[in-house]
């Protein structure tokens, strides 16, 4: 059902049809440089058709950029073009726990606000557990309480500073958090809740 929903979407609308697009992830660019030099390691959960991969590459830093639709990583290569040439794009299922590697750096900007069941959140954070270093960090971008009840048509769970605690758990231990006001392409106004926490160890 995910991938259907996902090669639906990414197969059928551009940018300017998807809430989700930024032009430019400043926010995201910024909270990530802040937990790691650009030597460091990352995988971007979901990445889409973003231009984050290319832009964190060039940068310096080691991607790998994974996502369940086929088509979102097709339009991500060719939005970044060479900027992305030495980024790991890598098509699959973050609940199936694919081999990622180790990273110095988890970032997910509204993959995990999907995740309404708790086994599947048990599975992804099972496969975040796994693949950041002791030390390293997630960066975790979802829906406010005050953001929307669902997103491209399916529900979301909305976070703050206490339920992501929670969620994460004991191991994780709470950097910093930050709100963004996301403006969709249409102009309509949509309240994300950021997250930043360190791997205990």
């Known amino acids: 059902m995910r991938l259907g929903h ?3 979407v990414y197969g059928s609308k551009d940018e300017s049809e998807l809430s989700w697009h930024q032009d430019d992830p400043l926010l995201s660019n910024k909270l990530i440089t802040a937990c790691s030099p650009p030597a460091g390691s990352l995988v971007d ?3 889409g058709s973003s231009l984050l991969g290319g832009q964190l590459a060039q940068q310096g830093y080691e991607v790998t950029v994974v996502d369940i639709s ?3 990583i097709e339009r991500a290569k060719a939005r970044t073009g060479a900027a992305g040439a030495t980024v ?6 973050i609940l199936q726990q694919p081999d990622l590697g ?3 750096v988890w970032h997910d900007r509204a993959v995990f606000h999907f995740l309404t069941h708790e086994d599947d959140r048990h599975a992804y954070l099972a496969c975040l557990h796994k693949t950041v270093r002791p030390g390293g960090h997630v960066v975790l971008g979802a829906f406010a309480v ?3 009840m669902q997103c491209s048509g399916l529900p979301v769970e909305r976070y703050d500073a206490s339920s992501v605690q929670l969620v994460l758990g004991d191991a994780w231990s709470l950097v910093s958090t930050e709100q963004e006001l996301h403006t969709t392409p249409w102009g309509k ?3 994300f809740f950021w997250a930043v926490a360190r791997l205990r160890g």
């Open 6 to 8: 996902w090669e639906g």
């Open 45 to 47: 959960v979901g990445g």
């Open 70 to 72: 086929v088509s979102a």
């Open 88 to 93: 790991n794009w890598l098509v699959g299922d």
């Open 102 to 104: 180790l990273c110095d």
């Open 146 to 148: 005050d953001g929307p």
């Open 189 to 191: 106004n949509q309240l």
